[in-house]
């Protein structure tokens, strides 16, 4: 059987030292693309382009879609003035990832939202964001863990009967890394939480009118290989490409 393309929405790395100082490179992390090879599926990384062409051609070519994780998403996609704690946007990726996901949507092709991608899938639904976790109320766990990216730092609770619950092995309470300091406000349309941390963070949502729409909060690409039952959301999402 052939092995389907997962697209790998990507983002812009800035050179900071050396003679290339400044110099613009399209990239992932590898991390994304040794979790689709491992789990089944041949990695694309998308570079993101100002082109509408460029989006239908990569959705024609790929057989599911990651959107990954890195800037926060411009507040104005939600109606909202930027806040003083809102890290870096960048709105022609906003624009792009929501150019991927409504040719991905029409075609009901899976899609995994990781991090900033579950934010920019609750958004594009009608949903809106916390610009950062000190906004909300009662926050009490730690949500930006800092280095060892491939260790857990607080649990979440999943709901169960879930794509989830199931992709977790029907476990609860499962450890998560954890590296943003924004989250889920509003919910978009269409969508259920499935999972959250202690303190009422959304750390996971899905769709189930589609046969795979699902976002996580927490980075499952960096503990493929620290905690095998990660991989169950690149195989489910192989799977469901398949």
Same mark, same amino acid.
């Given at each position: =059987?052939?092995?389907?393309? /997962?697209?790998?929405?990507?983002? +812009?790395?800035?050179?900071?030292? #050396?003679? &290339?100082?400044?110099?613009?490179?399209?990239?992932?992390?590898?991390?994304?693309?040794?979790s689709?090879l491992?789990?089944?599926?041949?990695?694309?990384?998308?570079?993101?382009?100002d082109?509408?062409?460029?989006?239908?051609?990569?959705?024609?070519?790929?057989?599911?879609?990651?959107?990954?994780?890195?800037?926060d998403?411009?507040?104005?996609?939600?109606?909202?003035?930027?806040?003083?704690?809102?890290?870096?946007?960048?709105?022609?990726?906003?624009?792009?990832?929501?150019?991927?996901?409504?040719?991905?949507?029409?075609?009901? =092709?899976?899609?995994l939202? /990781?991090?900033?991608?579950?934010? +920019?899938?609750?958004?594009?639904? #009608?949903? &809106?964001?916390?610009q950062?976790?000190?906004?909300?109320?009662?926050?009490?766990?730690?949500?930006?863990?800092?280095?060892?990216?491939?260790?857990?730092?607080?649990?979440?609770?999943?709901?169960?009967?879930?794509?989830?619950?199931?992709?977790?092995?029907?476990?609860?309470?499962?450890?998560?890394?954890?590296?943003?300091?924004?989250?889920?406000?509003?919910?978009?349309?269409?969508?259920?939480?499935?999972?959250?941390?202690?303190?009422?963070?959304?750390?996971?949502?899905?769709?189930?009118?589609?046969?795979?729409?699902?976002?996580?909060?927490?980075?499952?690409?960096?503990?493929h290989?620290?905690?095998?039952?990660?991989?169950?959301?690149?195989?489910?999402?192989?799977?469901?490409?398949?």
């Amino acid at each position: =059987m052939k092995k389907p393309l /997962i697209g790998i929405a990507g983002s +812009i790395l800035l050179t900071k030292y #050396g003679s &290339s100082e400044g110099y613009r490179r399209a990239y992932v992390n590898e991390d994304y693309v040794q979790s689709v090879l491992q789990n089944g599926g041949i990695p694309v990384i998308i570079p993101v382009v100002d082109s509408l062409e460029a989006v239908d051609a990569y959705i024609d070519q790929i057989d599911a879609l990651i959107l990954s994780g890195g800037h926060d998403v411009t507040p104005q996609y939600y109606g909202e003035e930027p806040k003083p704690k809102i890290g870096q946007t960048w709105e022609l990726r906003d624009w792009f990832e929501s150019n991927l996901l409504e040719k991905a949507l029409e075609r009901k =092709m899976p899609v995994l939202g /990781i991090c900033r991608g579950l934010q +920019i899938m609750n958004v594009f639904h #009608g949903g &809106s964001l916390w610009q950062d976790l000190t906004y909300m109320e009662n926050i009490e766990v730690r949500h930006m863990q800092g280095n060892m990216p491939d260790q857990t730092t607080h649990l979440v609770d999943v709901e169960e009967g879930s794509k989830l619950y199931e992709m977790m092995g029907q476990e609860k309470y499962v450890m998560v890394n954890t590296y943003h300091h924004q989250a889920v406000r509003d919910l978009g349309e269409g969508f259920r939480v499935t999972a959250k941390s202690a303190d009422g963070v959304v750390e996971a949502i899905e769709n189930d009118d589609y046969p795979f729409y699902v976002g996580v909060q927490w980075h499952p690409e960096m503990l493929h290989q620290s905690v095998p039952i990660m991989n169950n959301l690149f195989a489910g999402l192989i799977q469901a490409a398949q």
